[in-house]
């Protein structure tokens, strides 16, 4: 196997505040990963870390087996950071020459325009009169300007419309039908789910999964079963039902997780409890998430 | 080489497109010019030295502005639009972009001083030896380095805004303090004492002096030499402190 990323039990903090604690993963030469979790799950730092902007204050990571900081990294990765980066007073020509002057081997200007949708009348504008969606387009122009072997994307379709996010994820795969190693962060649980062959989740500084989709979902959205109980049940009864992994409550309804829905409906009956408009749903990634995510909220008792 | 070459180029046309470059290098010191030499009589005894003593002053007071504004300005907006984040992963060395940084300033220095030097010739014949003409650029050139280093320390500020305000005080307080405006010998004594202890001070008598026939006096070359050390070590304090966060 070729790892291209490796993490090797990262930590930072804050004023004290564990912003990434203790992360470890190794990522392999043409995946395509996301990152997810909610805001301040320590993504963003994970991210800055892995590109040697920010020093982690325990355990060490590597590119291609390499300090990131060294010159023979850098020309082999390429990213485009949460907020977007411009140099005023040039067109995007000129920075488009510019940085394509950094590389040994960079991908032309018009390959460039077609990867990221930027026009020939845009080319001619300066840096600082683009809007908002064009200044996007040539960040990613610039994160491709290289021809990176390994990309970073932190939160790429923050502010775009529904077109423009859907010619973004067409290039990304794109570009790893051409072998491209691409990371991206999300709080699009969608995104994640449809572009990403594995997603490593985020929760506090902490991995809480790290799989394939259809695994995650397997293994983190059981199947749930759910219902209206007219006394205010406590919730161990709920317990003592077979195969339950976990009970909560939101609002009026009580939820039941389990792996086999059918046995737990079988019991529901036989206890006859005072229960009605009984559900049962199939996990989707977006309730493991809640799920994951809400821990600290979830009422209990 | 090729690589800075190329970034000098960018960030040269970078600063001829800024208007405020324009306009407070370029125009507002001719202007000045035009105006105490020409226009309002200042009563000097003799012209021709007045006309090469101010624009001295006018000459050093263009560059010391875009050495603190251009500059400082320049890096709070790099930072703030994410660009200094975004060069930190490409190729392109730290040192090979603060140097390409510092070149093309001195590059454009280099450019405002021939253009206000040519206005001077313009405006008033103004006639220098060939010797006299290349030392004043030179120490104009050499004896900018503590503003460029107040740049960098306008550079660590988190505001376009507030970099832009206090730079535009700061400079002008300089100028006027000291002498580029008027000369020193018009203030009170007590001020003369003061203002002589200023970088805007040495940095323009160094000038005054070559045109006068001298050379510059010790005391500048070493005041100069002292606040660039200052500034410097200022301004690495406080993006050091900024890092560690």
């Known amino acids: 196997m070729n790892e291209v990323v490796s993490v090797q039990h990262v930590s930072k903090s804050f004023k004290n505040e564990k912003a990434v604690d203790d992360v470890s993963f190794g990522i392999q030469a043409g995946e395509i990963v996301a990152i997810l979790g909610p805001n301040g799950a320590g993504k963003t730092t994970t991210i800055l870390m892995m590109l040697g902007l920010m020093e982690p204050e325990a355990g060490f990571s590597t590119l291609f087996g390499s300090n990131p900081k060294s010159r023979k990294v850098r020309e082999r990765i390429g990213a485009m950071f949460q907020e977007v980066s411009v140099m005023d007073g040039l067109t995007c020509r000129e920075i488009l020459a510019l940085v394509r002057s950094y590389y040994p081997n960079p991908l032309p200007v018009s390959e460039l325009t077609a990867l990221t949708g930027l026009e020939e009348k845009d080319l001619k504008k300066r840096a600082e009169k683009l809007s908002g969606g064009q200044k996007r387009r040539l960040n990613f122009a610039l994160a491709l300007a290289g021809d990176p072997d390994l990309l970073f994307f932190d939160e790429p379709t923050v502010g775009m419309d529904i077109s423009a996010r859907k010619s973004f994820w067409d290039t990304i795969r794109l570009l790893k039908n051409r072998g491209k190693t691409i990371i991206f962060t999300t709080h699009y649980l969608q995104e994640a789910d449809d572009v990403a062959e594995r997603i490593i989740m985020f929760h506090k500084g902490r991995i809480v999964a790290d799989g394939k989709p259809e695994v995650l979902k397997n293994k983190l959205a059981r199947q749930t079963v759910s219902f209206v109980a007219e006394n205010r049940m406590p919730l161990e009864e709920c317990w003592k039902l077979p195969d339950v992994k976990d009970v909560y409550r939101l609002g009026e309804r009580i939820y039941i997780l389990s792996d086999d829905s059918d046995r737990v409906l079988e019991a529901l009956f036989q206890h006859k409890w005072d229960i009605r408009n009984i559900q049962t749903e199939q996990g989707k990634l977006e309730e493991a998430f809640d799920h994951l995510t809400r821990s600290g909220k979830r009422e209990v008792g | ?245």
């Open chain 2, 1 to 245: 080489m090729k690589i800075i070459a190329a970034q000098c180029k960018a960030e040269m046309t970078r600063m001829l497109r800024n208007k405020y470059f324009v306009f407070w290098s370029l125009f507002m010191p001719i202007l000045f010019y035009y105006i105490f030499t020409r226009v309002v009589n200042t009563g000097t005894a003799d012209q021709e030295a007045w006309q090469a003593h101010y624009l001295m002053s006018m000459t050093t007071f263009s560059v010391m502005g875009s050495s603190i504004m251009s500059l400082g300005i320049r890096l709070v907006q790099e930072r703030t639009q994410g660009w200094t984040l975004y060069m930190r992963i490409t190729p392109l060395s730290h040192t090979a972009y603060f140097f390409a940084k510092m070149a093309s300033q001195t590059l454009i220095h280099l450019f405002s001083i021939i253009v206000i030097f040519l206005a001077g010739v313009l405006i008033n014949d103004v006639s220098l030896s060939a010797g006299v003409w290349t030392m004043s650029a030179l120490w104009i050139l050499a004896a900018s380095a503590p503003f460029l280093a107040l740049g960098t320390l306008v550079g660590t500020m988190k505001r376009v805004d507030t970099a832009s305000g206090v730079s535009n005080v700061v400079y002008m307080v300089l100028a006027v303090s000291g002498g580029m405006w008027m000369p020193v010998e018009v203030f009170p004594d007590l001020m003369q004492r003061i203002v002589k202890w200023l970088p805007s001070y040495s940095f323009g008598n160094g000038a005054w002096e070559i045109a006068a026939g001298n050379l510059p006096g010790i005391s500048s070359i070493l005041i100069l030499i002292g606040y660039s050390i200052l500034f410097m070590m200022f301004s690495n304090y406080i993006r050091r402190k900024q890092e560690a966060v």
